[in-house]
């Protein structure tokens, strides 16, 4: 019954994260213990059941459905080897980090800092600082001097200031005028 309400609270913690302001969200992850540096921007709630082997840097930004897994629950295939055998590995993300959407960070990884983690990738290991990594496993596709050209010179910029502090009307016609939808 115990562990009934134990998930019950998560659960429902978890929906309460989703809907708080930022400030909150981080404020819940260090009361969980998860290490984590100023001007951070969080979108997920899942920072695996041992929250305390995580350590994030300054300005990281995590998109929602990223996990942060820190347990291997593998060990049960020899349980009858090795009965009471658990395994558990720390994560730790570095400064200046993006996370795209839906990522999985599996134990015992380091990301470096100035990265970007792509949408939909899995992470283990050591991933160097100034990398752009993406897929299942992630691997380095580049360095970040060469995204940071391929975004200067994308055609989905917008200049001179971008979007930011628009209202969305504003935006909604400064983007309709981009891409020449009016």
């Not at 299942?136 to 580049?142: I, R, Y």
Request: proline share 5%.
């Amino acid at each position: 019954m115990r562990i009934y309400f134990e998930l019950l609270w998560i659960f429902l913690r978890r929906k309460i994260f989703m809907f708080a302001p930022n400030a909150m969200r981080i404020r819940m992850l260090r009361e969980d213990g998860v290490r984590i540096g100023e001007g951070c921007i969080v979108h997920t709630p899942y920072f695996s059941t041992e929250p305390y082997l995580i350590e994030i840097g300054n300005h990281v930004a995590i998109s929602s459905g990223t996990e942060f897994i820190t347990h291997d629950a593998t060990s049960f295939v020899f349980a009858e080897r090795h009965p009471r055998m658990s395994l558990y590995g720390t994560i730790k993300v570095g400064n200046n980090v993006f996370f795209g959407l839906d990522c999985l960070v599996l134990p015992n990884t380091t990301i470096g800092n100035n990265c970007v983690i792509g949408a939909g990738s899995v992470v283990r290991g050591v991933i160097p600082d100034d990398s752009v990594v993406f897929g299942n496993p992630a691997q380095v596709v580049m360095k970040m001097p060469m995204l940071e050209k391929l975004l200067v010179h994308s055609k989905g910029r917008i200049l001179p200031d971008g979007t930011h502090g628009m209202t969305s009307p504003e935006k909604r016609r400064a983007l309709r005028r981009h891409f020449r939808l009016d």
